[in-house]
């Protein structure tokens, strides 16, 4: 993506893209769980995005910070 936009310059001006994201994979037991689970993962992930995002900015431009996580517990 960000190679891609990179060649693609907006009204003459460089483009650039920070991304935060986290990757996680529930372990098997934890996905048959109860949706209440899924719920809080999805916002405890999201925020770790946005965390992960926020590094890559704070660090420069044209960044991508990938976060794992092992182990998540609501």
Do not use: M, N
């Amino acid at each position: 993506l960000r190679a891609a936009l990179a060649v693609r310059p907006l009204a003459g001006l460089p483009v650039t893209v920070s991304v935060g994201a986290c990757v996680w994979e529930p372990p098997p037991e934890r996905a048959r769980q109860a949706e209440g689970f899924a719920s809080e993962a999805l916002r405890q992930l999201l925020k770790r995005a946005d965390e992960a995002l926020y590094r890559a900015k704070h660090r420069g431009r044209d960044r991508a910070e990938i976060e794992s996580v092992a182990g998540l517990r609501p």
